[in-house]
């Protein structure tokens, strides 16, 4: 069974940036196809951006040219670089891994979740 672990989230000014991580952990990593999701309060949980067990990238377009996702598959992380972070960024950021090989931004596609890591963007 994989487990997820984020990490990485934090308070930051408008315009910072942040690094966020997930690591794996448990069987069989390397197959599964990655997203991060987040949540912001009293709203439902919206897709960020998914990378591809080959490679294939996709993001919501408000983070566009913002954000950055990327795995070492040698050690089972996958990274989310943010930039140019805004107050409207802030939100608890999730996880998630699915055994297909896709980008879908549903959030049914993936079975397994982190317990998310709290993004604050002061203006």
């Known amino acids: 069974q994989v487990q997820l672990v984020e990490s990485g989230g934090g308070l930051v000014q408008a315009g910072g940036s942040l690094r966020l991580s997930c690591a794996a952990s448990?069987?069989?990593?390397?197959?599964?196809?990655m997203a991060w999701f987040r949540q912001a309060p009293g709203k439902d949980r919206e897709f960020v951006g998914a990378?591809?067990?080959?490679?294939?990238?996709n993001y919501v377009e408000s983070v566009k040219g913002r954000f950055v996702i990327s795995r070492d598959g040698a050690k089972n992380t996958m990274f989310l670089q943010m930039n140019s972070l805004k107050p409207e960024d802030t939100a608890v950021y999730y996880c998630?891994?699915?055994?297909?090989?896709?980008?879908?931004?549903?959030?049914?596609?993936?079975?397994?979740w982190g317990q998310g890591t709290q993004v604050t963007v002061s203006s």
């Open positions: 448990g069987r069989s990593f390397v197959p599964y196809s």
């Open positions: 990378i591809s067990r080959s490679g294939a990238i």
């Open positions: 998630a891994a699915s055994v297909s090989n896709t980008i879908s931004p549903v959030r049914s596609t993936y079975d397994r």
